[in-house]
């Protein structure tokens, strides 16, 4: 069975950083892009970021690029996501999600992790 599973989410001041695991199992990993999205109060799941399954290829939106940094260990089957200079509006619930490579959907999912940035 497959298991997307995050952590380091918390209560952050603005202007603070945060660093967000998701340890996967049961996934071929290396195969995989991995994900991240988050969906804040009142509002639809948006996309965060993505690291393809090959090379070091990262995509960012535009909303979080300069501040945010995705990597993966494919050796821990895990990707992260650095998290610096958090603004009120980054507070939402963060999911961790995987794809195969030729799909165009996401398959796999974690529960979420909730990151809250205070003013």
């Known amino acids: 069975q497959v298991q997307l599973v995050e952590s380091g989410g918390g209560l952050v001041q603005a202007g603070g950083s945060l660093r967000l695991s998701c340890a996967t199992s049961g996934l071929t990993f290396r195969t995989h892009i991995m994900g991240w999205f988050r969906r804040a109060p009142g509002k639809e799941r948006e996309f965060v970021s993505a690291f393809g399954s090959t090379g070091s290829s990262t995509y960012y939106a535009d909303s979080v690029k300069g501040r945010f940094t995705i990597s993966r260990d494919n050796a821990k089957n895990t990707v992260y996501l650095q998290m610096n200079s958090l603004k009120a509006e980054d507070t939402a619930v963060y999911y961790c999600?995987?794809?195969?490579?030729?799909?165009?959907?996401?398959?796999?999912w974690g529960q979420g992790t909730q990151v809250t940035v205070s003013s």
């Open positions: 999600a995987a794809r195969e490579s030729m799909k165009y959907t996401y398959d796999y």
